[in-house]
């Protein structure tokens, strides 16, 4: 079954998509921490959309995640 974009609009909602993959991989966020080195307590707050999570501990966690991000730039930019 072909993957579905999900719209992100904010850190909450990236949070609750990772948070949602995570559980259907069956992966714990202990589990996860051991595999990125990020503390559980950081994978926590990412995945409840904390605003101030780094960017690349994010991009980290997506990685690991199978998750990928596009971005799609307005209409007539290049």
């Avoid at 850190?11 to 996860?32: D, F, H, N, P, Y």
């Avoid at 780094?54 to 199978?66: A, E, K, S, T």
Wanted: aromatic share 0%.
């Amino acid at each position: 079954m072909a993957a579905v974009p999900l719209p992100i609009s904010d850190a909450a909602s990236l949070g609750a998509i990772l948070r949602g993959t995570r559980k259907a991989l069956g992966i714990t966020q202990e589990t996860l921490s051991l595999q990125t080195g990020i503390s559980r307590p950081t994978i926590r707050s990412i995945e409840h959309g904390k605003e101030t999570a780094h960017l690349g501990l994010v991009l980290q966690i997506c990685r690991d995640l199978g998750v990928t991000l596009e971005v799609t730039p307005p209409e007539g930019v290049d």
